[in-house]
T-cell receptor, first 115, second 115 residues
């Protein structure tokens, strides 16, 4: 079984500052990792994903994440945030080789960008 | 554009009522999912389906049932709504694991209030 931990429930940051949203996972098998974003009153949309290959993954809207197998982490970063990045961010994991695409989500981190 | 459509964005029901939440996808996906989203708890899987007429329990199936009579439609049923089922419900779909990266496509959510 897999689990995901997002330790920060809320991250306040000023516009144009860098940000890191933390995600740690637990799994007995190799995993696929995802970050989803949810803007107010909307569903979730995929930000980026790690399937294999390079451990540095680039996504939409200038976000990137690095897979660190030894630390079982997949932290999300952006060098300079905008007001429009204010949203809730969810990290998710799926075990490789599973029969279905059942994703396990973290509890989410609210990114609050202030002017 | 891929699309997952949830029939109702906002519903208000009374305790004991039977509630149907409908979800339709136009991507010919095999897998469909119902998640429940609550503040501080993230997304929790209620039920999922990997084929027509097939269903599997997720992590919190109690008080819910599902129906998948056609490939494109997946319904969530609350047989007798209770106040603790007040929540945001998110439907998602994805193609088969072997042929995809496991990305889920989400609807915009149905916010249910049970009085």
């Amino acid at each position: 079984a897999q689990s995901v931990t997002q330790l920060d429930s809320q991250v306040p940051v000023f516009e144009e500052a860098p940000v890191e949203l933390r995600c740690n996972y637990s799994s007995s098998v190799s995993v696929y990792l995802f970050w989803y974003v949810q803007y107010p009153n909307q569903g979730l949309q995929l930000l980026l994903k790690y399937l294999s290959g390079s451990t540095l993954v680039k996504g939409i809207n200038g976000f990137e994440a690095e897979f660190n197998k030894s630390q079982t982490s997949f932290h999300l970063r952006k060098p300079s945030v905008h007001i429009s990045d204010t949203a809730e961010y969810f990290c998710a994991v799926r075990g490789r080789g599973g029969a279905t695409n059942k994703l396990i989500f973290g509890t989410g981190t609210l990114l609050a960008v202030q002017p | 554009d891929v699309k997952v459509t949830q029939s109702s964005r906002y519903l208000v029901k009374r305790t004991g009522e039977k509630v149907f939440l409908e979800c339709v996808q136009d991507m010919d996906h095999e897998n469909m999912f119902w998640y429940r989203q609550d503040p501080g708890l993230g997304l929790r899987l209620i039920y999922f389906s990997y084929d027509v007429k097939m269903k599997e329990k997720g992590d919190i199936p109690e008080g819910y049932s599902v129906s998948r009579e056609k490939k494109e439609r997946f319904s969530l049923i609350l047989e007798s709504a209770s106040t603790n089922q007040t929540s945001m419900y998110l439907c998602a779909s994805s193609s088969l694991p072997g042929g995809s990266n496991g990305e889920l496509f989400f609807g915009e959510g149905s916010r249910l209030t049970v009085l």
